[in-house]
């Protein structure tokens, strides 16, 4: 079983930035992708970021490429998302999520479906 705890989010000015990470516990984090997601009120979660399990390949939804960025350190079990240029319309539930169906995977993994294992999300909320 792997256990994911996401923190780092709260309240912030727009343009302001954050910096969530999601730690990990159980399992072979080292040879997981993992991804962040994100839900606003009423909407479907959303992919925002993936990573590779070497943290050699990322890729960003478009609607936050050039002010997010993943990155993970193993050695840490800890993936982190760092965001700029916050918007109003950020805020939302964010959720780290590891994909060990496809350990040493190939590609990038930009579905929820790819995900098993999921954290409880961390709140963003960005005030204009």
């Known amino acids: 079983q792997v256990q994911l705890v996401e923190s780092g989010g709260g309240l912030v000015q727009a343009g302001g930035s954050l910096r969530l990470s999601c730690a990990a516990s159980?399992?072979?984090?080292?040879?997981?992708?993992m991804g962040w997601f994100r839900q606003a009120p009423g909407k479907e979660r959303e992919f925002a970021a993936t990573i590779s399990w070497s943290g050699g390949s990322v890729a960003y939804s478009d609607s936050v490429k050039g002010r997010f960025t993943i990155s993970r350190d193993n050695a840490r079990k800890t993936v982190y998302l760092q965001i700029n240029s916050l918007k109003p319309e950020d805020t939302a539930v964010y959720y780290c999520?590891?994909?060990?169906?496809?350990?040493?995977?190939?590609?990038?993994?930009?579905?929820?479906?790819?995900?098993?294992?999921w954290g409880q999300g961390t709140q963003v909320t960005v005030s204009s």
């Open positions: 999520a590891a994909n060990s169906r496809n350990m040493y995977g190939r590609r990038l993994y930009t579905g929820p479906e790819d995900y098993n294992y």
């Open positions: 159980g399992g072979t984090f080292s040879s997981y992708a």
